[in-house]
């Protein structure tokens, strides 16, 4: 699952990123397709935004299911993204989940992105050797 803001999906701004993870054979969803199917849970930090709400039911629910991890997509490496980044790897690792975060205005070719899917595909290989 991808989570990251409505504007991540614009190609200009995402350079072909959702291209890339499906390249992988991964199948892609957004947050916002399966958030609706978790209730809202009590949080660790003050929640009033929508978008907010939104992406940490999705990786509650994502925590659910056996065979979905989660990327977030961010613009910044400060400010409220930081926030939500904590909480989404709080919420991803009390479920036993990995968390993947891309800083998609840190980048200008796609190199750095693909090693991290890389790394996120080697470490769901070694956690299903280990299980």
């Not at 409220?80 to 709080?90: H, K, L, P, S, Y």
């Not at 919420?91 to 991290?116: F, P």
């Amino acid at each position: 699952m991808v989570a990251g803001r409505p504007y991540h999906m614009d190609p200009e701004i995402n350079h072909g990123i959702n291209d890339l993870i499906t390249s992988y054979g991964f199948v892609l969803v957004t947050e916002d397709s399966v958030a609706y199917l978790e209730d809202k849970a009590p949080r660790h930090v003050l929640n009033q935004w929508t978008y907010h709400a939104r992406m940490y039911n999705a990786a509650r629910y994502a925590c659910t299911q056996p065979d979905m991890e989660v990327i977030q997509l961010v613009s910044f490496g400060c400010g409220i993204d930081a926030i939500t980044g904590d909480e989404m790897r709080a919420i991803l690792e009390s479920g036993g989940k990995l968390y993947t975060q891309l800083k998609i205005d840190d980048i200008s070719n796609l190199g750095a992105v693909r090693i991290r899917i890389r790394s996120l595909m080697a470490a769901i290989e070694a956690r299903k050797t280990q299980s």
